[in-house]
């Protein structure tokens, strides 16, 4: 790594540490951003790297959300009793409880979302592209539907996640950090894949898959591998944005399909899809400009939403990452895979 | 010596249409066998039904002694067979070098092998080979910007890279400049004898398949027509009415 | 004991019970049929899954609301709406999808579902997020002892979806541009080198497929409910019946999709309602699996 890179990280870095600090009401939102780079990144590792549009990712942000819910009320106290409407408010968490339940939470998540993965893309995943994308659709609906019908789980009216124990600044730094902690953690996870033999794979998939199978590349276990792997980083994302929003909706935000479930298809092809930085440089231009315009558009967002995914597919296919590097190849150069 | 690939009686039909009406042939280890025919003879049809690409309507297709005609095409090219296509296919968005370490023979090793980097040696190898069909110096190239030619010569490059024992060649030389068809030829012959590769090649240049082939199969109408060698071929008569359409 | 096993054991009780929920569920059924086949229309003409047949379908019931509310008569509104919906694809076409015919699949998979979002969320905007329907007010036949009711409007949108779906395939059949059409999806490149316009008549495609849906839309809304998010649901009830049925064939299009419609219905009553879509995708999944363990034992791949 040359030291212009070093240094660009450092700063980077440093910028990550010191945001809260810097602009402490905007904490919440900052933690938000890093939840967003983490579903732009998940997403393109499908959308992107593999070639493989899913429209369902939202199911595996939920399912983390939902549970580590359990995992957090269940291990203290009966999930039925808590969630139901008459008797919920006399439970209540002391802080070793909270902190215990969350930790317990945040390592159920990502297991329940992975298993999710693994089951649904062994049935779904020898199949190619179009019949994945439509079969996904379908996904983040069923998961809504199932959570709002579950009364265990308080049904349609949804689950209220534990108060934390700390005073109110402290809250948001801490989600701050552990959103912080999980984007970089996706990152880093991400590049270290791509950089394997697993990423050679995955790009020939999203190339030429029959020509992969012809020189006997295990497709399908890639294939497979890679939806658990970014439903692994969902499912903590879920638990952590869970945590962070206090109440769980099963429609609007655990699999919040026409939000969350948009924006993570729309900041990966703004950023660049295919690239590892393109999906973080959506997130980041796709939130800002969501915080500061969004109120401007006067309940048009989701139509706008819409609009957005289309013209960007139809004018900027490459996206802002793919752009510059077309215009300006010297900076923004492709990693030559292999180099020594 | 017993054959390496060895077709009895296979038959492929789509819809009405008879594209192999029982063809047999067998390839011994270490030969170079030509495949040639008129357009719509079924060669690439036969190709096809090797590599696995589709099922058999009859007939048995063993490689190495072992029944391969209903295995799925992953796990045939596991066995070591390995083919081309005739319209050239390449992981046109990666680079070339990128094209030659996906096509490493490491993917059969599992997990593990999944989550390391390309080793050194494969690394090399894959220079090597890029070398080899004369692509060195477009190693950083994304493969979809090379010419027609050139990306022909990629994917022989990365069949070699993938360690074949059997390598079904469709059409090597169409569309590369007259001028390096010999060095290609030449590179077929030293894959054949110093990387060990058997070669079964469609071609449609008959003095590039009569030059680099040993024994050669002609195919017309679905059917074998004849087979010996070149000399045998160039002397059959039927083989030349085939070609001039006197059937 | 649980609601679904009482409401298996009502129909013990009452075997005319079954026979309405599945007779309901037909009488939908038909309409599905419709949008699975505007489906397989656009898929084997232009080689695109188009992901927005939902959202098209649920603006066409939303436009039947409207008309009626401008006085027309109901029946009326199915034509009117499925006018609309013909200049919408039009234009659709020419705004959007021209750009993306001819591409890779990934490409018009992301645009139609943009399209999906855009349209889904305009519905929204303009008619709000209520349950709507519009009354037909035909009334019902009462058959099986009165035990059975038959709504007439169902019968009437069975019977409108077949005579459609007919017109349909004898306009394939025999006019020109029905011609010119099968002539595409069969081989694009040789249409057009024997002058067939190939982008009008991809245009002209889209455009029906909208009339098509548009119809479905105005028929779906006289006998059951719509919401602007509804569309998701139909597109991949007709994605199902789709590769359930192959792209070509009406009569088992038609087939698949009155089965869907039975099923779905008869789980729907014993599961509850808010498991349809559920439902829906699971058999989605089932069929997906069923077809490509099919297909995988002679090697092919769905693609």
């Known amino acids: 790594m040359s ?147 579950w009364g265990y789980v ?35 996870a991400l590049r270290w894949l791509y950089g394997r033999r697993f990423g050679l794979a995955l790009n020939a998939i999203r190339d030429d898959e029959d020509k992969a199978e012809a020189l006997g590349l295990p497709t399908v276990r890639v294939k497979i591998a890679a939806w658990a792997v970014s439903a692994f980083f969902l499912g903590l994302a879920g638990a952590i944005f869970g945590n962070l929003n206090g109440l769980i909706e099963p429609r609007e935000v ?67 990452l793919g752009h510059a590097r077309r215009r300006w190849p010297e900076t923004f150069r492709a990693r030559v895979e292999g180099a020594a | 010596m017993s054959a390496l690939l060895e077709v009895r009686g296979a038959s492929k039909r789509f819809g009405g249409v008879v594209a192999n009406e029982k063809i047999s042939i067998s390839v011994r280890a270490g030969e170079i066998v030509g495949l040639i025919g008129p357009n719509g003879s079924g060669k690439t049809t036969l190709f096809n039904s090797i590599a696995g690409t589709h099922q058999i309507d009859g007939g048995a297709i063993a490689f190495d002694g072992a029944e391969i005609s209903r295995l ?40 593990p092998a999944l989550l390391a980097r390309p ?82 090649v469609i071609e449609h240049n008959m003095a590039v398949i009569m030059n680099l082939a040993r024994r050669i199969y002609c195919l017309a109408h679905g059917e074998l027509l004849a087979e010996g060698t070149p000399e045998d071929i160039r002397a059959d008569p039927r083989v030349l009415d085939a070609y001039l359409g006197a059937r | 004991m649980p609601a679904p096993m009482t409401n298996l054991l009502l129909f013990l009780e009452a075997p005319a019970l079954l026979v309405q929920v599945l007779l309901d569920g037909i009488l939908i059924g038909a309409i599905y049929a419709l949008a699975a086949y505007g489906m397989a229309l656009v898929w084997g003409v232009m080689n ?43 234009v659709m076409y020419a705004g959007v999808v021209f750009r993306v015919t001819g591409k890779d699949m990934f490409v018009s998979l992301l645009a139609t579902f943009g399209l999906s979002i855009l349209i889904a969320q305009l519905i929204n905007q303009i008619w709000g997020a209520d349950v709507r329907s519009l009354d037909a007010e035909l009334g019902s036949w009462l058959i099986l002892d009165s035990v059975v009711t038959i709504s007439r409007a169902r019968v009437a949108a069975l019977a409108a979806a077949l005579v459609l779906g007919a ?76 590769i359930l049925a192959g792209l070509g064939n009406l009569a088992l299009v038609i087939a698949a999709a009155l089965g869907l419609g039975a099923a779905e219905n008869f789980v729907g009553f014993v599961l509850g309602a808010q498991f349809q879509g559920a439902f829906v995708f699971s058999l989605l999944v089932a069929i997906l699996v069923w077809r490509s363990r099919r297909l995988a034992r002679s090697r092919k791949v769905l693609r």
Request: hydrophobic content about 60%.
């Open chain 1, 3 to 149: 030291a212009r890179r070093w240094a660009l990280h450092g700063a980077l870095a440093l910028l990550t540490a010191a945001a809260p600090f810097l602009l402490p009401a905007l904490a919440v939102q900052l933690a938000m951003l890093w939840i967003m780079v983490t579903l732009a990144l998940t997403w393109d590792t499908l959308g992107g790297q593999m070639g493989y549009n899913s429209f369902g990712n939202i199911l595996f942000f939920g399912i983390g959300m939902y549970a580590s819910a359990i995992v957090q009320v269940g291990l203290f106290h009966d999930v039925a009793a808590y969630t139901d409407p008459a008797g919920s408010g006399s439970l209540t968490f002391t802080p070793r409880e909270y902190y215990l339940g969350l930790a317990a939470g945040l390592l159920a998540a990502p297991i329940a979302a992975t298993l999710a993965a693994l089951a649904f893309g062994a049935l779904i995943l020898g199949l190619r592209g179009p019949y994945f994308a439509i079969a996904t659709l379908g996904l983040g609906i069923a998961g809504g539907e199932f959570a709002a019908a």
């Open chain 2, 119 to 200: 080793e050194r040696a494969e690394r090399a190898r894959a220079d090597e080979f890029l070398f080899f069909v004369g692509l060195a110096d477009k190693r950083g190239m994304v493969a979809g910007e090379l010419s027609f030619g050139q990306q022909k010569l990629l994917e022989f490059a990365m069949a070699l890279m993938r360690r074949p024992r059997l390598l079904l060649l469709d059409e090597p030389t169409a569309g590369i400049n007259p001028t390096l068809i010999n060095a290609l030829m030449d590179r077929m012959r030293r894959a054949n004898a110093e990387l060990g590769v058997t070669l079964l």
């Open chain 1, 254 to 320: 655990a699999f919040s399909g026409a939000t969350f479930g948009v924006w993570m298809v729309l900041m990966a092809i703004l950023g660049g899809k295919g690239t590892m930085w393109g999906p973080v440089v959506g997130a980041v231009v796709f939130h800002v400009t969501k915080e500061l315009f969004w109120t401007y558009l006067l309940g048009w967002q989701r139509v706008a939403l819409g609009v957005l995914i289309v013209v960007i597919v139809l004018f900027f296919p490459l996206g802002i």
């Open chain 2, 72 to 111: 799925r095409t992953v796990d045939i090219a596991r066995l070591g067979l390995i083919r081309t296509y005739q319209t050239t296919r390449v992981f046109k968005q990666m680079t070339c070098v990128a094209n030659l370490l996906a096509a490493a023979p490491a993917f059969g090793g599992g997990t």
């Open chain 3, 167 to 242: 017109a349909l395939v004898v306009f394939l059949r025999t006019s020109r541009l029905g011609r010119a059409i099968r002539a595409t999806a069969q081989n694009a490149r040789a249409a057009r080198a024997l002058g067939v316009d190939t982008d009008w008549v991809y245009a002209a495609t889209y455009a029906i497929n909208g009339a098509i849906c548009g119809a479905a839309g105005a028929l779906i809304a006289m006998i059951w409910v719509i919401h602007p998010f509804a569309g998701l649901v139909f597109t991949i009830r007709a994605f199902a019946i789709v």
């Open chain 3, 48 to 90: 695109i899954v188009n992901v927005v047949q939902g959202e098209l379908v649920i603006l066409g019931g939303y436009l039947a609301i409207m008309f009626s509310g401008l006085g027309v008569s109901a029946f009326l509104t199915v034509p009117l709406a499925a006018a609309a919906l013909f200049a919408l694809g039009w």
């Open chain 1, 154 to 188: 308080g049904g349609a009216s949804g689950f209220l996640m534990p108060v934390f124990p700390g005073e109110f600044g402290r809250r948001a730094l801490f989600f701050y950090a552990l959103a912080a902690s999980l984007g970089i953690a996706t990152f880093a």
